[in-house]
């Protein structure tokens, strides 16, 4: 194009077909894909009934695809249709080494194939699958980066979280807490180490604890399966209830909760609040952090079976006389972990939900599967109308392929943090290396990646996948 800005006219456009693109680091998600062999346990258990005579792209390389597009922050498959020829993309997710996936049968899946492919994996087995899969891929995670070690103990976080949605998506629902038109999935995290393990679709309307106790007991079975020796569980004011901590308590896994506050608290709580005020108007305000203060107790709720340890915890507010009390919930025994230790520990809760932002605000899953009916096949119409698909159980495999991406990048994350010694937030991994772009050239059998200004970001994210010594297939 002939000068199209009037302030430089020595510029110009070019619509040369070269090899550049915007997602260079879908090369390293593919690494870690090939080190962890999710793909391979995906592809051999996943349902797949196509007409092996149809068939143009394997399962593995529809695994691929989806789930680098997720670990690239592409929220939407129909990106697939526009990054079609895209050269990193079209090298990650190929069956083939060498220069074939650049060739001309190597562009991606399109949006169609690929919305196929999540129908046909929306089936009971294949959401299993899949949660099973990204369940391993944390597990790799930590022991890759743990010296191929399973972790003894491992502290595991159950929350909800409102998914919002722009249409009337089938289940979705105006949540009147929330005050938006969402979906209410159930997220299990293991919040210290910051890995996503399992994602639930809830309706919008339901309880945070609603289908909690099925939830808690599967994730605590593959658990302890993959990831550790032991697991304990950690959760906010809205799931503690009969049938889930007795279940957790038949199973010798411990819990720490909040409890939501209440007459009966509220009156336990007073020789203690009285002794602190008390203390605060002798000694006066401090000159550093405001004080803290635990007190034991035991506690039974009408609804309640027995008594359980509580324990209040009492927080000094400055410039003001009455400080703040809150009471935690617990299965371990005060020989075993003190009230200060167990406040500790559930403080850590705040890094879950830290991460839970992350997976929200960059990774953006959205849920956008509807009803509608097929009416073409590769561009025509077809005569007899198919079933519409099940939009809630396509939803379903959207929520778990955003997990996967929130994982693949959680991944990256971890080994720049480690070769670099400085925090890395997933947007910040995101804008400065995996969404930076790169130009391929070829030459003979050798394919040539240059970065530009990213290239010492892609050394030190080299340097970390060579940490992850261990099987790769």
């Not at 003894?152 to 976080?157: F, K, M, P, Q, S």
């Not at 919930?329 to 020989?335: A, D, Q």
Request: aromatic share 6%; charged share 25%.
């Amino acid at each position: 194009m002939d000068a199209p800005f009037s302030f430089n006219r020595s510029v110009r456009i070019s619509s040369r077909r070269d090899r550049i693109t915007g997602d260079s680091g879908a090369l390293t998600g593919r690494e870690l894909l090939r080190r962890s062999r999710v793909v391979r346990f995906l592809a051999k258990r996943l349902p797949d009934k196509r007409d092996g005579h149809r068939i143009r792209h394997s399962q593995g390389r529809l695994a691929r695809t989806l789930l680098l597009l997720a670990g690239q922050g592409r929220r939407e498959h129909s990106d697939a249709t526009e990054l079609r020829d895209d050269p990193a993309l079209r090298l990650a997710t190929g069956d083939r080494a060498g220069t074939a996936p650049l060739g001309k049968a190597g562009h991606l899946p399109s949006q169609p194939t690929l919305s196929r492919r999540v129908a046909a994996w929306s089936a009971k087995e294949g959401v299993e699958v899949l949660r099973e899969g990204l369940q391993r891929l944390a597990g790799w995670r930590l022991k890759a980066m743990g010296g191929w070690r399973r972790p003894e103990t491992l502290v595991i976080d159950i929350d909800s979280l409102p998914v919002e949605v722009h249409g009337e998506q089938p289940g979705s629902a105006w949540n009147g807490y929330y005050h938006r038109r969402v979906y209410h999935p159930i997220v299990a995290s293991a919040g210290e180490t910051g890995d996503i393990l399992d994602l639930r679709l809830r309706e919008g309307q339901v309880h945070t604890a609603d289908g909690g106790l099925e939830f808690v007991l599967e994730v605590l079975e593959r658990a302890e399966r993959h990831l550790c020796g032991k697991a304990a569980v950690r959760f906010d004011a809205g799931y503690p209830g009969e049938p889930l901590m007795a279940a957790l308590e038949e199973r010798g896994t411990h819990y720490v909760a909040r409890v939501r506050n209440n007459a009966v608290l509220k009156h336990l709580a007073l020789p203690a609040m009285d002794a602190v005020v008390w203390d605060a108007l002798s000694n006066g305000e401090p000159a550093g952090e405001p004080r803290t203060w635990v007190c034991e107790s035991s506690y039974r709720a009408g609804s309640w079976s027995r008594s359980r340890r509580v324990v209040q915890v009492v927080v000094e507010r400055p410039v003001e006389l009455i400080p703040r009390c809150f009471w935690l919930l617990t299965s371990m025994p005060s020989e075993e972990m003190s009230g200060e230790d167990l406040l500790a520990l559930y403080r850590k809760r705040g890094k879950a939900e830290g991460h839970l932002g992350e997976l929200m605000s960059v990774v953006a899953p959205a849920l956008s599967s509807t009803s509608r009916r097929k009416s073409h096949y590769r561009g025509k119409e077809i005569r007899k109308r198919e079933k519409g698909v099940d939009a809630f159980a396509c939803n379903q495999v959207r929520l778990l392929l955003a997990g996967f991406g929130y994982q693949i990048m959680h991944v990256q994350r971890a080994l720049l943090e480690r070769v670099t010694g400085t925090g890395w937030s997933l947007r910040r991994l995101a804008e400065r290396v995996l969404r930076t772009p790169a130009r391929f050239t070829v030459s003979g059998r050798r394919i040539t990646m240059s970065t530009g200004g990213a290239s010492a970001h892609w050394r030190m994210l080299a340097r970390g996948l060579a940490t992850l010594h261990g099987p790769s297939g």
